[in-house]
């Protein structure tokens, strides 16, 4: 006898008992939602909260804007202006640092793929102006005491013990600042740890707390630091850009920040999608778009981007995508980048600052010809993979992609009522047209 449900039933197939059964068609992820199991908890039990401490304000992690100097020499900033247009600054010396930012672009001290990897596998050689940038800050005392004082935290972290660093010629301690400068993995810092006037520490500034202007900036500056490092390195195919928000998430602190990393793959999925892409230049409204439709699980829209309930993903996972024709984030219009972040915002304000999330942009390879749309997954950390998953390669997914759906279009309509998002149509105001993506005409 046939069983109840095959591969020909599509992406997305409900079983007579209720159980929700979904195939990724990008990624070929088999996540089933099970009727029963569906009714666990899916959000852990936070610790009730303390108070906010005023004398660490400003400095709760190393993120904080109180703790300049325990982070490498940012590479850019943007700061407030009197218009509400902020102004974006290069390079600032060691002394200026303590001035106020809305968001710091900053060096990752312990890179995935750090600058030695790409000298000596590629013999990469720092652009020009991060030598430049180096000379200049290690000129000053300021510059040269908040290098070294990095450095040795970083070799520290490394075992290196006190005895040797005491040892160690100024020189040789200056050896590794290069790679601080010269950085394939950024970080993108908003400036809150706490939303202004928090009283309690769990009232954290997440994404969904900011205000939709500093979102967009948000985004912007991110799409601008991705689109540099490209620029910077001949030998990176690929910058992944991502958000892990609390600990369960992957962050190394509550602080809200984006990472910009410079690998030399694509990643396997990529390389999937540009398989799937060469035999179907329409696959991501065919895989994508046209079946969130089609199953009524869009969430959200607005001119230029749509929001839906996704599919196929070991976690809840919302999905924002680009309707525009370009493919790369940085070279999306104000209008279109502003489409992206608004959804993004929206479904950052719906979820709620105590959900763990990891936010993943994909965009098209810089080695890549094919039209590809840049979207964004937002993906509640809400379950621990064990061992039926580990064994089979099916996941349990305790909300079912309708279930997420009806929660988030409540949240949001909410949310707009109040003026917390940007305009925008929900639910069954969408026009959620097949074929809305334009990446490919």
């Given at each position: 006898m046939r069983p109840p449900h095959g591969p020909a039933d599509g992406p997305l197939t409900r079983l007579a008992d209720g159980t929700v059964k979904q195939v990724n068609p990008l990624t070929g992820t088999e996540v089933w939602t099970v009727p029963?199991?569906?009714?666990?908890?899916?959000?852990?039990?936070?610790?009730?909260?303390?108070?906010?401490?005023?004398?660490?304000?400003?400095?709760?992690?190393?993120?904080?804007?109180?703790?300049?100097?325990?982070?490498?020499?940012?590479?850019?900033?943007?700061?407030?202006?009197?218009?509400?247009?902020?102004?974006?600054?290069?390079?600032?010396?060691?002394?200026?640092?303590?001035?106020?930012?809305?968001?710091?672009?900053?060096?990752?001290?312990?890179?995935?793929?750090?600058?030695?990897?790409?000298?000596?596998?590629?013999?990469?050689?720092?652009?020009?102006?991060?030598?430049?940038?180096?000379?200049?800050?290690?000129?000053?005392?300021?510059?040269?005491a908040h290098v070294l004082g990095v450095v040795h935290d970083r070799l520290r972290a490394g075992g290196l013990t006190e005895a040797a660093w005491a040892a160690m010629s100024e020189a040789e301690r200056l050896a590794p600042a290069t790679a601080l400068f010269a950085s394939g993995h950024d970080v993108v810092i908003a400036r809150r740890h706490f939303v202004d006037g928090a009283t309690t520490d769990d009232q954290l500034a997440g994404a969904g707390t900011l205000t939709v202007a500093e979102h967009r900036h948000f985004v912007a500056f991110t799409a601008e630091a991705a689109r540099r490092l490209y620029a910077a390195n001949r030998f990176a195919r690929y910058v992944a850009v991502f958000q892990n928000w609390l600990r369960p998430a992957g962050a190394s602190f509550d602080h809200l920040h984006k990472q910009v990393v410079a690998i030399d793959e694509h990643g396997g999925q990529t390389d999937r999608e540009?398989?799937?892409?060469?035999?179907?230049?329409?696959?991501?409204?065919?895989?994508?778009?046209?079946?969130?439709?089609?199953?009524?699980?869009?969430?959200?829209?607005?001119?230029?981007?749509?929001?839906?309930?996704?599919?196929?993903?070991?976690?809840?996972?919302?999905?924002?995508?680009?309707?525009?024709?370009?493919?790369?984030?940085?070279?999306?219009?104000?209008?279109?980048?502003?489409?992206?972040?608004?959804?993004?915002?929206?479904?950052?304000?719906?979820?709620?600052?105590?959900?763990?999330?990891?936010?993943e942009w994909h965009h098209r390879p810089a080695d890549v010809t094919a039209p590809m749309p840049w979207r964004v997954m937002?993906?509640?950390?809400?379950?621990?993979?064990?061992?039926?998953?580990?064994?089979?390669?099916?996941?349990?997914?305790?909300?079912?992609?309708?279930?997420?759906?009806?929660?988030?279009?409540?949240?949001?309509?909410?949310?707009?009522?109040?003026?917390?998002?940007a305009p925008m149509d929900l639910g069954p105001e969408c026009a959620a047209r097949p074929d809305c993506l334009r990446y490919a005409r």
């Open positions: 029963g199991r569906a009714q666990r908890p899916w959000h852990a039990d936070a610790p009730a909260p303390g108070p906010v401490d005023p004398a660490r304000a400003g400095r709760y992690c190393a993120f904080c804007p109180g703790s300049f100097l325990q982070t490498p020499p940012e590479k850019a900033r943007l700061v407030p202006t009197g218009d509400g247009v902020p102004r974006l600054l290069e390079h600032l010396p060691a002394e200026r640092l303590a001035e106020p930012a809305e968001l710091r672009l900053v060096p990752n001290l312990f890179a995935i793929l750090g600058y030695d990897y790409w000298r000596t596998n590629y013999g990469y050689t720092a652009p020009a102006a991060a030598l430049a940038h180096e000379r200049a800050y290690l000129a000053t005392p300021a510059g040269r540009l398989a799937l892409l060469a035999a179907n230049p329409n696959l991501f409204n065919d895989a994508a778009v046209n079946h969130a439709v089609a199953a009524g699980l869009v969430v959200a829209e607005n001119d230029h981007a749509l929001a839906f309930a996704g599919f196929g993903h070991r976690y809840p996972t919302l999905e924002v995508y680009s309707k525009s024709r370009r493919s790369l984030p940085w070279e999306h219009d104000d209008d279109e980048l502003a489409a992206v972040a608004d959804l993004l915002h929206a479904c950052h304000a719906a979820t709620g600052a105590a959900v763990p999330t990891n936010e937002l993906k509640w950390r809400v379950s621990t993979i064990a061992g039926f998953e580990g064994g089979t390669k099916i996941y349990l997914n305790t909300l079912d992609p309708w279930a997420l759906r009806d929660l988030m279009v409540p949240r949001l309509r909410g949310l707009r009522a109040a003026g917390r998002i």
